[in-house]
Nanobody, 115 residues
């Protein structure tokens, strides 16, 4: 069984930084990434990264966010810099298994950016 543990959310001032972590277990993962969702809005992609370390970002995140992963720890990270109030959302960890391509979601961690 796949298990995801997210951490790193919290409250920060505009212009500040946070680092999210998602520790996964129970499988080998091809894709690991992050999505976010604001109330009354659709969940949107933030970034994802393949097993080989190739990152992909939504356009609005480029230059501010950095995704990385540690395959030995089965953990994906999201370094968020220059945060603004528009980044306030629940951030969800996403993983896809290497074998079978099964997708899993974390329960989410809240990021709040104050002005």
């Amino acid at each position: 069984q796949v298990h995801l543990v997210e951490s790193g959310g919290g409250l920060v001032q505009a212009g500040g930084s946070l680092r999210l972590s998602c520790a996964a277990s129970g499988s080998v993962f091809s894709i690991m990434g992050w999505y976010r969702q604001v109330p009354e809005s659709q969940r949107e992609l933030v970034a994802y990264i393949g097993r080989g370390g190739s990152p992909n970002y939504a356009d609005s995140m480029k230059g501010r966010f950095t995704i990385s992963r540690d395959n030995g720890k089965n953990t994906v990270y999201l370094q968020m810099n220059s945060l603004n109030p528009e980044d306030t959302a629940v951030y969800y960890c996403y993983v896809k298994t290497y074998y079978g391509g099964v997708e899993y979601w974390g329960v989410g961690t809240l990021v709040t950016v104050s002005s």
